[in-house]
């Protein structure tokens, strides 16, 4: 099962909007609505920020947003603040034996 | 609080052996499925094995099975990784994660981390 293929970085000024994608196959990301999100700061635990492709947890912004289409997986960060600097990791269930698999991360800077 | 807090990781020799353990607090430990997932330094976030509620049903990425084996003691509220046979690329930071349950059912998303503990195999 290879890692889901995300953009090593992207970056924004404050106040923008940026687009993350995350690309997998018709056995992850193009088969199931269980696409998560997680942000990841330097030396922390990953945090969850989107569940089964659009949804946000209680407390996280909604300034972040997901959706899907086909194979292909995208978070938004609107209104991009200097705290949103990260790394950004989507998952997605697989029917691939390894039940999980995670994408390969994207550094998030704030010009 | 809401909690999981993960012990156990340090320095072992390659073909060695270490046994992980993730104390969780503030939930029904019990009413969950749990899972390890591990990061190596620099790299990205992979899971590595699962276990459902009374550990009945356990699932491994294909390079850690037969030599990790993940239980749990749901009286001591806690989650272990058994690992054997150690190998340089397992060298990781290894998360304890909650996996989203609702009664029996898993939902494919972690909504509780532990911060990890480092495991270094080498010489």
């Known amino acids: 099962q290879s890692a889901l293929t995300q953009p090593a970085s992207v970056s924004g000024s404050p106040g923008q909007s940026i687009t993350i994608s995350c690309t997998g196959t018709?056995?992850?990301?193009?088969?199931?609505?269980?696409v998560s999100w997680y942000q990841q700061h330097p030396g922390k635990a990953p945090k969850l920020m989107i569940y089964?492709?659009?949804n946000r947890p209680s407390g996280v912004p909604d300034r972040f947003s997901g959706s899907k289409s086909g194979n292909t997986a995208s978070l938004t960060i609107s209104g991009l603040q200097a705290e949103d600097e990260a790394d950004y990791y989507c998952?997605?269930?697989?029917?691939?034996?390894?039940?999980?698999?995670f994408g390969t991360g994207t550094k998030v800077t704030v010009l | 609080e809401v909690q999981l807090v993960e012990s156990g990781g340090g320095l072992v020799q390659p073909g060695g052996s270490l046994r992980l353990s993730c104390a969780a607090s503030g939930f029904t430990f019990s009413s969950y499925w749990m899972s390890w997932v591990r990061q190596a330094p620099g790299k990205g976030l992979e899971w590595v094995a699962n276990?459902?509620?009374?550990?009945?049903?356990?699932y491994y990425v294909d390079s850690v099975k037969g030599r990790f084996t993940i239980s749990r003691d749901n009286a001591k509220n806690s989650l272990y990784l058994q690992m054997n046979s150690l190998r340089a690329e397992d060298t990781a930071v290894y998360y304890c994660?909650?996996?989203?349950?609702?009664?029996?059912?898993?939902?494919?998303?972690?909504?509780?981390w532990g911060r990890g503990t480092l495991v270094t195999v080498s010489s």
């Open positions: 994660a909650r996996d989203k349950t609702i009664f029996a059912a898993l939902y494919w998303y972690f909504d509780l």
């Open positions: 089964e492709v659009s």
């Open positions: 018709s056995s992850d990301v193009g088969g199931y609505n269980y």
């Open positions: 276990i459902k509620q009374d550990g009945s049903e356990k």
């Open positions: 998952s997605s269930y697989t029917s691939s034996s390894t039940l999980y698999v």
